[in-house]
């Protein structure tokens, strides 16, 4: 079954660092370009990141220096490091593929909390 | 940063009925327009890419029309598992600052 699967979401304060994974099954998380989009709770879509085929990475003004994707080709997992973390930066974040930039395959989303 | 402009805010419609929501763009996005439904509690789903293509397993009864800067959703005779929020979403320009509309609500007239 072709899907992604989010971990690594959880309550952390401000400042602290947490850091999601993106699980993929049925297909191979290097072959795609990949992105990460949040939505804090009762707002609309946020996109956050995505990295493409050539490891080259893009992120939203919001997150520029304190957030980083990457991916482990040997895991097929995509990640999300998220430094200095701001009580605005809580929201569900969804990992999904983005072929030519429209998310074709969303995961089930994690939740972060940043709460003192 | 383009701007997505959804309309309206929230769309009251009978079961059986039609739906149109639209999506404008603050300046051209030429076709690449997306759009998605979400459910309460779940990932969105995406309907529409290319702003009229239908993406696998969606219902004939979804279409997407438009180019530019106006862009349309239509479904063309709701059903009960339709009534959910819709977003659209351009991914024109590369490097991205994608940016998505903030959302239609579709509810049960």
């Known amino acids: 079954e072709v899907q992604l699967v989010e971990t690594g979401g959880g309550l952390t304060q401000p400042g602290r660092s947490l850091r999601l994974s993106c699980e993929a099954s049925?297909?191979?998380?290097?072959?795609?370009?990949m992105t990460w989009v949040r939505q804090a709770p009762g707002k609309g879509l946020e996109w956050v990141s995505v990295i493409h085929y050539g490891e080259s990475t893009d992120y939203a003004d919001s997150v520029k220096g304190r957030f980083t994707i990457s991916r482990d080709r040997s895991k097929n997992t995509l990640y999300l490091q998220m430094n200095s973390l701001r009580a605005e930066d809580t929201a569900v974040y969804y990992c999904a593929t983005c072929s030519e930039g429209y998310m074709g395959l969303w995961g089930k989303g994690t939740t972060v909390t940043v709460s003192s | 940063e383009i701007v997505m402009t959804q309309s309206p805010a929230t769309l009251s419609v009978s079961p059986g009925e039609r739906a149109t929501l639209s999506c404008r763009a603050s300046?051209?996005?030429?076709?690449?327009v997306a759009w998605y439904q979400q459910k309460p509690g779940q990932a969105p789903r995406l309907l529409i890419y290319?702003?009229?293509t239908r993406a696998t397993g969606v219902p004939a009864r979804f279409s997407g029309s438009g180019s530019g800067t106006e862009f349309t959703l239509t479904i063309s005779s709701l059903r009960s598992e339709d009534f959910a929020l819709y977003y659209c979403h351009h991914y024109d320009n590369w490097p991205p600052g994608w940016t998505f509309g903030q959302g239609t609500k579709v509810e049960i007239k």
């Open positions: 049925g297909f191979t998380v290097s072959s795609n370009f």
């Open positions: 300046q051209s996005v030429s076709s690449s």
């Open positions: 290319r702003a009229s």
